[in-house]
Nanobody, 125 residues
Framework: QVQLMESGGGLVQAGGSLRLSCAAS????????MGWFRQAPGREREFVAS????????YASDSVKGRFTISRDNNKNTMYLQMNSLKTEDTAMYYC??????????????????WGQGTQVTVSS
């Protein structure tokens, strides 16, 4: 059973930066592909970014491409999301997710087996 714990959320002004972390336990981290998703009030959960098992392949949604960077440190069992140039529309609960199916990382939430509790990011104007 994989446990995921997000941290690093908070309140930031538009144009600012935050770095989210997702610490994993209960599984060999390098066998997990990982992703970040977010959900704003009244909206569906949406894909933010994903990263392959050893970090060689990453994907980001068009809405965050060029501003957010996903990375991972398999020695620390941790994934990160560096968020720069934040906009008010980035306000959401951010969730990390893990897939144990050994397939390439995906943008589809249904592919992910484990989810964290989420960390709130609020961007003020």
């Amino acid at each position: 059973q994989v446990q995921l714990m997000e941290s690093g959320g908070g309140l930031v002004q538009a144009g600012g930066s935050l770095r989210l972390s997702c610490a994993a336990s209960g599984h060999t981290f390098s066998t997990l592909s990982m992703g970040w998703f977010r959900q704003a009030p009244g909206r569906e959960r949406e894909f933010v970014a994903s990263i392959s098992h050893f970090g060689g392949t990453t994907y980001a949604s068009d809405s965050v491409k060029g501003r957010f960077t996903i990375s991972r440190d398999n020695n620390k069992n941790t994934m990160y999301l560096q968020m720069n140039s934040l906009k008010t529309e980035d306000t959401a609960m951010y969730y990390c997710a893990a897939a144990a199916d050994m397939l390439p990382a995906s943008s589809r939430a249904i592919r992910y087996d484990y989810w964290g509790q989420g960390t709130q990011v609020t961007v003020s104007s």
